[in-house]
């Protein structure tokens, strides 16, 4: 197995416990694949004003019980992966994310997520 591809399935399983961990509503799985500093953000309006959430957030939204969906179909997309930094696409029932990831001493963190409701 070469660096790359270990790489790919570490972002691959970063992935799985976002969207996984949202939909079950499971906290450890959340906490788990995000960084500390992630910053999470939507567009609200055409002007491109964004809400952003932040990790602690996202825990609290997990917590009350997430996406409270059983077995997503979802499809995660590696688009790139550069030394430490990395990026990828989730494509769940409900949303479009776009992730930026970067690899820490504890493995491969989501750091940044540009996302949609999916029409």
Not at 48 to 76: H, I
Not at 82 to 94: F, G, L
């Amino acid at each position: 197995m070469t660096d790359q591809t270990a790489d790919s399935e570490q972002i691959r399983a970063a992935a799985a416990d976002y969207i996984e961990g949202w939909y079950s509503g499971d906290v450890a799985r959340m906490d788990r694949c995000l960084h500390e500093d992630l910053a999470k953000r939507i567009p609200t309006s055409e002007s491109g004003d964004l809400r952003t959430v932040t990790k602690a957030r996202m825990l609290e939204l997990t917590a009350g019980g997430g996406g409270d969906m059983a077995d997503p179909e979802y499809e995660t997309v590696v688009f790139q992966v550069s030394a430490d930094i990395a990026a990828a696409r989730v494509t769940s029932p409900e949303y479009v994310d776009l992730l930026q990831l970067a690899r820490t001493t504890d493995g491969w963190k989501i750091v940044n997520i540009l996302f949609r409701n999916r029409p």
